[in-house]
């Protein structure tokens, strides 16, 4: 490729000529030639490594630098979540805008196109963290002087009320599954509150059913099998009965194998979230007389539910169910949490009575 050269204009200005990295003519301007000379030996070096000047960087160049910048630093999963926010909302409506002159009113237009779309304001608010993010990256490495989102407050995210199955219906959930295929997938969620990608990740040397207990070592996400989400969902449980009778017939009707996946799909690998809500979790509900709206995290909510009004301490909870620490349980759980405050007034009262 060029290496470019330097001439001075009939104008008398002097200029250096080259090819970008496309193939497409840049000129560059200067009082001198030392200093025209070395404009173009930066631009040069930026053309061959692959760097774009902050004057022409635009917010998805940013985006792109960063995302694999942090690549090694994070885990895939999360990584791929990153990269699907960054393409799926911030490349095409602000990808272009080059990124010193974004102002926090596109970002604020950016967020209310976003909510006229349908989107979530949990998700918006998710946009919202990662562009801050970004751009912090970019005033660290001098690219930008100032954040535009400093000023700029996210939606406020929508809650709505928890919804967990009664234990009738989760009783004739149950009963649904019994025997069936997927019996332990549906039992593990609803009274070891595992998260689907975690029970179906599970394998036969996970299991101790002489100690009772199961180890969560790893999760199945779009159709792959990673890592724990925190280190705390790296967790080993003490199976209630019932969960340790529906391992024991799943284990003798399967041969009682020592390794492998306990619910594999055809092709040996382990059946992915997506596969079991289509082929399990969709049938079960509509045999069992449930809403198809019913999740398969409402389980998990349930299983929260059932151990807090049995007055399970919060740490407790917090590690059956692998979060990362008790303030998110109570963070997530506090409606459940402050209707056990008639029980502390009592205990107040029996102690000063």
């Known amino acids: 490729m060029s290496e ?3 001439f001075v204009r009939g104008d008398g200005r002097v200029c250096a000529v080259y090819k970008d990295a496309k193939s497409k003519t840049r000129y560059l301007y200067a009082k001198t030639k030392t200093e025209v000379r070395r404009k173009l030996r930066q631009a040069l070096k930026n053309r061959d490594e ?15 630098e960063w995302l694999e910048d942090m690549r090694g630093d994070v885990s895939h999963r999360t990584w791929l979540n990153r990269e699907g926010f960054a393409r799926l909302h911030l490349k095409p409506t602000i990808g272009t805008k080059k990124l010193g002159t974004l102002t ?17 304001s949990s998700s918006v608010k998710r946009i919202h963290e990662l562009l801050k993010q970004a751009l912090r990256y970019a005033m660290r490495l001098n690219y930008i002087h100032a954040n535009p989102t400093a000023d700029v407050k996210p939606p406020t995210v929508k809650t709505r009320e928890m919804e967990v199955l009664t234990p009738e219906q989760v009783k004739r959930l149950l009963a649904t599954v019994r025997g069936h295929r997927w019996e332990c997938v549906v039992v593990l969620g609803a009274v070891c509150g595992l998260r689907i990608g975690e029970a179906l990740s599970l394998r036969y040397e996970d299991l101790d059913l002489r100690a009772g207990t199961v180890r969560v070592r790893r999760t199945v996400w779009r ?6 989400k925190t280190p705390s969902s790296r967790r080993t449980l003490k199976l209630p009965l019932i969960a340790l009778e529906a391992l024991r017939r ?28 289509s082929w399990g979790w969709k049938r079960t509900l509509q045999k069992a ?3 198809e709206s019913t999740t398969f995290h409402q389980l998990r909510h349930g299983t929260a539910s059932l151990l807090l009004n049995q007055n399970v301490p919060v740490p407790v909870v917090s590690r059956y169910l692998g979060h990362a620490n008790p303030g998110i349980t109570m963070k997530v ?21």
């Open 250 to 277: 799943h284990c003798e009707t399967n041969g009682n194998p020592e390794n492998g996946w306990c619910f594999p799909s055809q092709n040996g690998n382990p059946t992915a979230p997506e596969s079991y809500w």
């Open 50 to 64: 692959g760097i774009i000047p902050p004057s022409k960087m635009t917010v998805g160049n940013l985006l792109d």
């Open 104 to 120: 926090g009113d596109d970002v604020r237009k950016l967020y209310r196109q976003k909510l006229r779309e349908g989107l979530a």
């Open 4 to 6: 470019g050269s330097v």
């Open 223 to 228: 159709y792959n099998v990673y890592p724990p």
């Open 333 to 353: 759980y506090a409606h459940l949490i402050d209707g056990t405050s008639g029980m502390a007034a009592t205990g107040m009262d029996e102690a000063l009575g």
């Open 289 to 291: 007389g449930l809403p």
